[in-house]
Nanobody, 122 residues
Framework: HVQLVESGGGLVQPGGSLNLSCAAIGKTNVLNCVGWFRQAPGKEREGIATMRFGGGGTSYADSVKGRFTISQDNAKNTLYLQMNSLKPDDTAMYYC????????????????WGQGTQVTVS
């Protein structure tokens, strides 16, 4: 079993920055892919960034490309999402997630989810 614990959300002004963290606890050796998702009220959940667990293979949604950066600290089993040039449209609950499967340069279904951290841009 793997537990994901996010932190770092908050209130920020437009144009500002935030750095979200996600600590992976437990049997992380089964993981092959990690990512960040978000969901705003009344909207569907959106996958915004993914990467191979351990590094490499980053992928971004067009809505955040050039503004957000996904990264990892392998020694700490911690995933990060650096968010710059934030806009009001980025307001949402942000979730980190992890997948066991990775095939053909794509993450499989995400098996583990964090509890979410709120980001408000206003």
């Amino acid at each position: 079993h793997v537990q994901l614990v996010e932190s770092g959300g908050g209130l920020v002004q437009p144009g500002g920055s935030l750095n979200l963290s996600c600590a992976a606890i437990g049997k992380t050796n089964v993981l092959n892919c990690v990512g960040w998702f978000r969901q705003a009220p009344g909207k569907e959940r959106e996958g915004i960034a993914t990467m191979r667990f351990g590094g490499g293979g980053t992928s971004y949604a067009d809505s955040v490309k050039g503004r957000f950066t996904i990264s990892q600290d392998n020694a700490k089993n911690t995933l990060y999402l650096q968010m710059n040039s934030l806009k009001p449209d980025d307001t949402a609950m942000y979730y980190c997630a992890a997948a066991v499967a990775y095939s053909r340069s794509r993450c499989g279904d995400f098996n583990y989810w964090g509890q979410g951290t709120q980001v408000t841009v206003s």
